[in-house]
């Protein structure tokens, strides 16, 4: 499949050839991964961030949100319950947090491969070498990074790197490989500013970056941020735009007002004084005038926006399977947060076949606010746990056993 097919899938609008894509997307998954559906049990364990990314909630800027750390005890209990309810992997997941040190986190990988079976899976942002070659000893066998786009402008506008460090993802992507990790990344869908022309680009990149995993959903504005409308104008300064998608209730996060969870350890705190270290004015967030956000007031960029959609995030699954038949697909929570009654299905039912029920201790969760009104919000493991089993019986898949290694990756490693 070549740019221009990825390209008319994309903007295809036709409900018959779209079952088409569905038909032979599940066709593919169910011949190269089977039916199994391999958990992976997500643990959210700092909300710690040093960086700017204007479209995450978690941002450094975002000084109203009250930030957690959990302890290397409190982690390792999250893992033993993925081990007893039967999960093969547990992904520990955080803000680039300067405060997670090399050696701490190595210690935790260690104790988890010593004490479960599980498999090791971090997604820690932009670290450094040094840092990924000692959790790779440690046992951690895979590592998620998205590169968010392929567009080089479009990420300098919104993934800022931090001051007198280089921000290249995909660099980063081709050495976690050379590490021996098993590599997996993805994108947003419907970033303001992102084209047909780039989203299948980054599709490209997919097959090209060879990934084992690959991790996809929509944009979802979080009023707290540049590309969401801020505090001052409460979001309202986006033009209503019928693409956009409107089923999500937008609601600040409880953490913020909320004292109980008021969970930060001072000690810890990444701060005002750090934030004007890495040349961050909390106050004042000066914006970008060349910014996506004000190519999507532009109608004339708009034309060519991609929607953040249900549909397009489909379209991105089905089209990720074709091109990398062998990877292990995520049907994501971002997606089960678009479409609360059947996303997840849709997803699994379109090309994916890796779901990540939520393992964070309730207390924390709200805390982990990339996006609002994230799904599963307020359930407890247990209860994602069964909500889960039973999706996956309502359309006819099994469990995965085992850690759920990519074909992929086997494969390469045979080869
Ligand atoms: N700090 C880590 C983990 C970030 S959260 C890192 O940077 O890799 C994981 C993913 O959530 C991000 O890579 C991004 O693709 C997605 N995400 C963040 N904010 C989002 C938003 N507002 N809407 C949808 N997805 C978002």
Redo the contacts with the bound molecule.
């Keep these: 499949m070549d740019h221009s097919e990825i390209l008319k899938w994309l903007t295809e609008t036709d409900g018959g050839a779209l079952e088409e894509l569905w038909r032979r997307a599940d066709e593919t998954r169910r011949r190269h991964v089977g039916d199994a559906v391999h958990l992976r049990g997500l643990v959210e364990f700092s909300n710690h961030?040093a960086?700017q990314?204007e479209?995450?909630?978690?941002r450094a800027g975002n000084t109203r949100l009250a930030r957690y750390r959990m302890s290397a005890g409190e982690i390792l209990e999250c893992a033993r319950l993925a081990g007893r309810l039967g999960y093969g992997t547990v992904v520990l997941?955080?803000?680039?947090?300067p405060g997670t040190r090399r050696g701490w986190m190595a210690g935790v990988v260690r104790r988890i491969r010593e004490e479960t079976e599980l498999a090791v899976t971090l997604?820690?942002?932009?670290r450094s070498e040094a840092d990924l070659r000692a959790w790779r000893e440690a046992g951690a066998g895979r590592y998620?990074?998205?590169f968010?786009t392929s567009n080089p402008a479009l990420y300098r506008n919104i993934h800022p790197p931090r001051r007198g460090h280089r921000s290249d993802?995909i660099a980063l992507l081709r050495l976690l490989r050379g590490l021996g990790y098993e590599v997996g990344s993805?994108?947003?869908i419907g970033i303001p500013g992102q084209t047909y022309n780039d989203l299948a680009r980054d599709l490209g990149l997919f097959r090209e970056l060879d990934l084992d995993m690959i991790?996809v959903?929509?944009?979802?504005?979080?009023p707290a941020?540049p590309?969401?409308g801020d505090a001052e104008t409460g979001g309202r300064e986006r033009e209503p735009d019928e693409h956009r998608t409107s089923n999500i209730e937008h609601r600040t996060s409880n953490s913020i007002h909320n004292p109980q969870s008021a969970i930060c350890n001072p000690q810890y705190e990444y701060g005002t004084q750090e934030l004007r270290k890495e040349g961050i004015n909390p106050q004042s967030e000066i914006r970008n005038p060349q910014s996506p956000q004000s190519a999507i007031r532009n109608p004339q960029f708009a034309i060519d926006q991609v929607p953040?959609t249900e549909l397009m995030t489909y379209k991105v699954v089905a089209l990720a399977r074709l091109l990398c038949p062998d990877a292990n697909i995520p049907s994501t929570t971002?997606l089960a947060t678009v479409n609360r009654e059947s996303g997840r299905e849709l997803g699994l039912q379109r090309g994916a076949n890796v779901v990540m029920p939520n393992l964070t201790p309730p207390k924390y969760r709200a805390g982990y606010e990339?996006?609002p009104a994230k799904a599963c919000l307020d359930e407890t493991p247990e209860q994602c746990h069964g909500c889960l089993l039973a999706r996956l019986a309502s359309i006819g898949r099994t469990v995965g056993e085992g850690p759920g290694t990519s074909p992929r990756f086997r494969n390469r490693l045979i080869q």
């Design positions: 961030c960086r990314c479209y995450c909630g978690i997941q955080s803000g680039e947090d997604s820690l942002g932009e998620l990074l998205r968010e993802r993805g994108v947003m991790g959903g929509p944009f979802l504005p979080h941020t590309l969401g953040n971002a990339i996006y």
